[in-house]
Nanobody, 126 residues
Framework: VQLQASGGGLVQAGGSLRLSCTAS????????MGWFRQAPGKEREFVAA????????NYVDSVKGRFTISRDNAKNLVYLQMHSLKPEDTAVYYC????????????????????WGQGTQVTVSS
């Protein structure tokens, strides 16, 4: 299983970025997908998750109304559209996959038993 995140970069506060995560080696439509982030000196934090069919999402409160998670099961892609970025959004962003074919987003607590990709750096300057 491989999860490849991309789309990070340097952006000014108030700007936008779209992260992408390409999954391979798994039946993508059977997996809930999540985005997490880790800032320097902090623990990894849940950001957003989407159910296997894309009909359910959830977000950490700090990004609600600014970030949108979506997926394209035909292309094995999950996206995180980020608007109104703030310096506190600066972190390495990771995508993850959790086997969950029956619906639901998998919650906000994921473990090392799930699949994780390498991160992509997002830096928001003030």
């Amino acid at each position: 299983v491989q999860l490849q995140a991309s789309g990070g970069g340097l952006v000014q506060a108030g700007g936008s970025l779209r992260l992408s995560c390409t999954a391979s080696g798994l039946p993508f439509s059977n997996y809930a997908m999540g985005w997490f982030r880790q800032a320097p000196g902090k623990e990894r934090e849940f950001v957003a998750a989407i159910s296997s069919q894309g009909d359910s999402t959830n977000y950490v409160d700090s990004v609600k109304g600014r970030f949108t998670i979506s997926r394209d099961n035909a292309k094995n892609l999950v996206y995180l559209q980020m608007h109104s970025l703030k310096p506190e959004d600066t972190a390495v962003y990771y995508c993850a996959a959790r086997y969950n074919p029956y619906g639901g987003t998998g919650g906000s607590t994921w473990s090392e038993d799930d699949y994780w990709g390498q991160g992509t750096q997002v830096t928001v300057s003030s």
